[in-house]
């Protein structure tokens, strides 16, 4: 994640300069997380997305878009990663839309 240090949200920067042990720890068990994970890298980071939505975790969203987009995710499958969620987790989802929209357009 440092290689695209703007992305992250400044809480999770801060959770990283500040706490450098504990973001080693949960980056690790994140990277052994991805490492079993048997989608390919565009599904596993739209289904990445679908969650942050569903759990209104927007700030995580620039740096996930990001991720999804270098893995091949084209502007619509981010707009129907986000509301895949909508019969389950209801119209809690729309939030995430502009900033996901805004971090896809934005490079």
Known sequence: MSDQP???SHAFQA???EAPGHA????????GIDKACALDKKTEALAYLAVLAAMRLESGL???VQMAK???ASRAEIISAI??????AGNVVVQ??????????AE
């Open 24 to 31: 080693q720890a949960w980056m690790a068990a994140a990277q």
């Open 15 to 17: 959770f990283m300069k």
């Open 70 to 72: 270098h893995a091949g």
């Open 62 to 64: 620039p740096f996930h």
């Open 6 to 8: 703007s992305k992250l």
């Open 96 to 105: 995430a839309l502009p900033a996901a929209l805004a971090a896809y357009d």
């Open 83 to 88: 509301l895949v969620g909508l019969p389950a």
